[in-house]
């Protein structure tokens, strides 16, 4: 690799340059955008996101990289001028680049892109940690500088491991309202959560269901389980001890007679 000799005051003036593009544009520019609700795999998904003021501040002239995980993406996107529609276009694939430049008869005031797909199925499921089963719809970024301004990321799901989830939820909850709940319904609802986190989601769903089952019986009994086995075993006791005393005491009766 060959260099161009250049003075000290030369290069440092360019390095200057250079990251007051990245921190002018980064800290100037406001984005607005709503990701979309969660969704089933393969269904179609669509957010659209707004730049303001793309322009207030250095540089005049910079690159809008949208990218997404969405699959057969398309894109369309908007520039306005003070409310003037002054560009607009449509793309295809994970990634849509737009040229922005305020040197012209005109200057952008607001951008505004749009995407749509399918949702895309490769799903990474874990009950504890939701958002690993998230996708990105969409990111925001300066191409020219790399540098990341804005990220949407939004929930996914099977109509299976949605059931499942609601289901282990539902167990939570009723446990969760037990001062001492049962251990047999906190080991279904562990039991629960592993077949979950292994994609089982008709066996998570029965055990979070029998979890929540046992749960609701001690709730309605008012008493734990351990605690309502040890008073029958009492009242076993006090019962027969009764009734062994009424024997003895009618045996002394028919002695004395």
């Given at each position: 690799m060959s260099w161009t000799h250049y003075s000290k005051g030369a290069i440092l003036g360019v390095l200057l340059a250079i990251s007051l593009v990245a921190v002018g544009?980064?800290?100037?520019?406001s984005y607005d955008g709503e990701p979309p609700a969660a969704k089933n795999v393969n269904d179609t998904a669509e957010m659209g996101a707004t730049i303001e003021d793309p322009f207030?501040?250095?540089?005049?002239?910079?690159?809008?990289?949208?990218?997404?995980?969405?699959?057969?993406?398309?894109?369309?996107?908007?520039v306005y001028e003070q409310g003037s529609r002054i560009d607009s276009?449509?793309?295809?694939?994970?990634?849509?680049?737009?040229d922005l430049d305020s040197t012209g008869?005109?200057?952008p005031t607001r951008v505004v892109v749009r995407v749509n797909g399918d949702v895309p199925d490769d799903i990474d499921y874990s009950y504890e940690e939701r958002s690993t089963e998230n996708y990105t719809v969409l990111t925001l970024e300066n191409a020219d500088s790399g540098e990341e301004f804005q990220s949407y990321d939004a929930h996914r799901h099977t109509d299976g491991s949605k059931t499942a989830r609601e289901a282990?939820?539902?167990?939570?909850?009723?446990?969760d309202e037990l001062d001492n709940p049962p251990q047999e319904a906190q080991d279904q609802l562990d039991r629960a959560i592993s077949s979950y986190d292994n994609g089982n989601f008709q066996n998570a769903k029965s055990l979070a269901e029998d979890a929540e089952s046992n749960a609701e019986k001690q709730q309605s009994s008012g008493l734990p389980l351990p605690l309502i086995g040890g008073a029958v075993i009492?009242?076993?006791l006090v019962v027969?001890?009764?009734?062994?005393?009424?024997?003895?005491?009618?045996?002394e009766t028919h002695k004395l007679q």
């Open positions: 544009t980064a800290g100037a520019v207030d501040g250095p540089p005049s002239q910079w690159t809008l990289r949208a990218t997404t995980e969405l699959d057969n993406a398309s894109w369309s996107y908007e276009g449509v793309g295809e694939g994970d990634e849509l680049s737009l008869t005109s200057t282990i939820d539902s167990a939570q909850t009723a446990i009492l009242v076993l027969g001890g009764g009734a062994y005393y009424y024997k003895s005491q009618q045996s």
